[in-house]
C-alpha cells in the first residue's frame, strides 16, 4: 500500500513563503512523476507543479517564478517551496505520484495539507 504524507501547510501573510514536503512510504523511483495539486473551496482540483523521474518540471502558469518543486531521491520526499504567496494560493495541497504500467494509469494520492494565505 503506497502511502503518501504530506506535511508544512500553515496559515501565512501574502507575500510570505512555506514549504510543503511530501514523504512517501516506497522509493520514489516506483513512480514515473510527482506532483503537487490544490483545490479551492468550490473550485476543482488543479495541478500546481510535476516533476518527473528524469527532473523535468512542469508548472501551472499562475505559480511560474513563485513555487519550485523538487526531490530527494534518498528520502523519498518531494518539495514544494512557495515563495511570494498570494491569497488566490490558499487551498488544500495535495501531494500526487503517478505510475503507468502498460495501458495503465495509477494515481496516488496523500491526505492534503491546508494552505491559507491572509491579505
Known amino acids: 500500500q503506497v502511502q503518501l504524507v504530506e506535511s508544512g501547510g500553515g496559515l501565512v501573510q501574502a507575500g510570505g513563503s512555506l514549504s510543503l514536503s511530501c514523504a512517501a512510504s516506497?522509493?520514489?523511483?516506483?513512480?514515473?512523476?510527482m506532483g503537487w495539486y490544490r483545490q479551492a473551496p468550490g473550485k476543482e482540483r488543479e495541478l500546481v507543479a510535476q516533476?518527473?523521474?528524469?527532473?523535468?518540471?512542469n508548472y501551472a502558469d499562475s505559480v511560474k517564478g513563485r513555487f519550485t518543486i523538487s526531490r530527494d531521491n534518498a528520502k523519498s520526499t518531494v518539495y514544494l517551496q512557495m515563495n511570494s504567496l498570494k491569497p488566490e494560493d490558499t487551498a488544500i495541497y495535495y501531494c500526487?505520484?503517478?505510475?503507468?504500467?502498460?495501458?495503465?494509469?495509477?494515481?496516488?494520492w496523500g491526505q492534503g495539507t491546508q494552505v491559507t494565505v491572509s491579505s
Open positions: 516506497i522509493s520514489i523511483f516506483a513512480f514515473d512523476a
Open positions: 516533476i518527473t523521474n528524469s527532473t523535468i518540471r
Open positions: 500526487n505520484a503517478e505510475r503507468r504500467v502498460g495501458p495503465h494509469d495509477y494515481r496516488f
